[in-house]
């Protein structure tokens, strides 16, 4: 007793350690993937997000005010711009549809099922885990909007990363700048498969390919599908440096293609459906229908008419010319 | 009166700062919810830990090593609730912290005093 009045601050000092010494310990060995929400965590994350929710709310209403009333000069000039951009982009749209519509056609005939994004849902981000080391979003829905662990986050730019821990009005989200995160990642143009990863100082690397490939900066990394939780094909972000590694592989940095320093709004895909492109686009046509209709061709012959012969809508020409093909 | 006496001050009269406990809980968890605000618009206050300038506040003015304790353990592992590490990295670091802190507050009095207060 008299020891413990003596040395008390020490006591104290040594119980609280060994105290949270020991919870750690139980914690790093029972941590699994599937592991329930602690409720202390639940709990606080609950008292906290309101707060948070209240800061953004009202930040986001004093920038929207400002934006529309004092930030609209320029508009004019800024509209005529973007409508000329608009008609350059129309004009692309329209050869892009018809590459699609042929890459849709192909890939039902040899039967390619695809992970297709299916529903989304728009959530505010309110808060950051708050540490540089540490690289996590709060977003303001939670399993009340359906949203559930694992669970991809993207922006229209790129992905975000992935749905981590639930609550009810609130999720929490691993980046994928994160020193835990890691995604399956494809090099666009050389389709060489690594794994994109985060590091300690909050920034990309792409992991895993081998020293005698060739990569160069600028290249587009996008999801390969194989990591089960991001949809094939989302963009990533682009090669920023390529060095010769310590071990057998290349030591690539990655920019990525979101905003992950400055996010406002995300997209949660809550729902990926494999499925097959649409059989009713595509009609009875046969590969080789297709691939011929690459390939240079021979202009038809054109047919000599009589002269005297009366003239005929031209509709019934073209149907005629049409059903007279090979027999 | 020794040269040493003149550079430390007594214990008795270093002054002692008290917080209500609206005070005491509500600073933390407002600190908490501002340190997870501010990057979103400011990313580089992420490497300013709030919690840790908060700590050495509480434990520096009370001038007592439970408390510092008590008060770092706490707002440390309240970090831990918005990090992926387990409980207990933040809060064993700011448990040594609210100690050291109010150890030295006990020892060293940092309060300015006017021309005419003597």
Redesign the interface.
């Known amino acids: 007793m008299n020891f413990f009045s003596r040395h008390r601050n020490t006591v104290v000092l040594a119980a609280v350690l060994l105290a949270q010494l020991l919870a750690l310990a139980v914690q790093v060995k029972r941590q699994t993937a599937e592991g329930p929400v602690s409720v202390i965590r639940l709990v606080v994350v609950g008292a906290i997000t309101p707060l948070e929710k209240a800061m953004v709310y009202t930040g986001d209403g004093v920038r929207d005010t400002w934006r529309n009333y004092v930030g609209l000069r320029g508009v004019r000039q800024e509209n005529e711009r973007l409508r000329e951009e608009i008609a350059a982009m129309r004009l692309e749209r329209a050869h892009e549809q018809e590459e699609l519509r042929q890459a849709h056609r192909m890939q039902a005939l040899l039967e390619f099922k695809q992970k297709w994004i299916d529903t989304t849902v728009a959530a505010q981000v309110i808060g950051t885990s708050g540490m540089a080391s540490s690289h996590l979003l709060f977003l303001d829905k939670g399993s009340d909007a359906g949203i559930q662990r694992d669970m991809p986050v993207i922006t229209p730019k790129g992905v975000v990363g992935k749905v981590l821990t639930v609550f009810g009005d609130s999720s929490q989200v691993l980046m994928i700048n994160d020193a835990s995160s890691g995604m399956g990642a494809i090099i666009a143009d050389s389709r060489l498969v690594g794994i994109v990863k985060g590091t300690a100082a909050g920034e990309l690397q792409l992991a895993y390919i081998m020293a005698g490939e060739t990569v160069k900066p600028g290249e587009q990394l996008v999801t390969s599908g194989g990591d089960r939780v991001f949809p094939k094909g989302l963009p990533i972000g682009t090669v920023q440096s390529v060095h010769q590694g310590h071990d057998l592989f290349l030591d690539i940095k990655v920019k990525p293609a979101a905003e992950l320093r400055r996010l406002d709004e995300v997209l949660v895909i809550t729902q990926q459906r494999d499925r097959l492109p649409d059989q009713a686009e595509v009609g009875d046509v046969r590969a080789a229908d297709i691939l011929s209709g690459r390939l240079p061709s021979v202009p038809p012959p054109v047919e000599e008419k009589p002269a005297a012969a009366p003239a005929q809508p031209a509709a019934v020409h073209d149907g005629e010319a049409g059903r007279s093909g090979p027999q | 009166m020794s040269p040493s006496s003149l550079i430390y001050t007594s214990r008795s009269e270093v002054e002692v700062y008290r917080f209500s406990w609206p005070v005491s809980i509500g600073l933390p ?2 600190m ?10 400011l ?1 580089f206050l ?2 300013f ?2 919690g840790l300038l908060l700590t050495i506040f509480f434990a520096v003015s009370r001038r007592s ?2 408390s510092g ?2 008060t770092g ?1 706490a707002i440390g ?3 831990d ?9 933040f ?2 670091a700011k ?2 912290v609210g ?1 050291g802190a109010s150890s030295i507050g006990i020892r060293i009095d940092v309060t300015i005093r006017g021309p005419g207060s003597c």
């Open positions: 968890v407002l908490v919810a501002v340190q997870a605000f501010l990057p979103l618009y990313p992420r490497i830990d709030f090593q439970l304790i008590v353990a592992l309240l970090q609730c918005f990090t992926r590490t387990p409980f207990g990295v809060g064993i448990t040594l100690y």
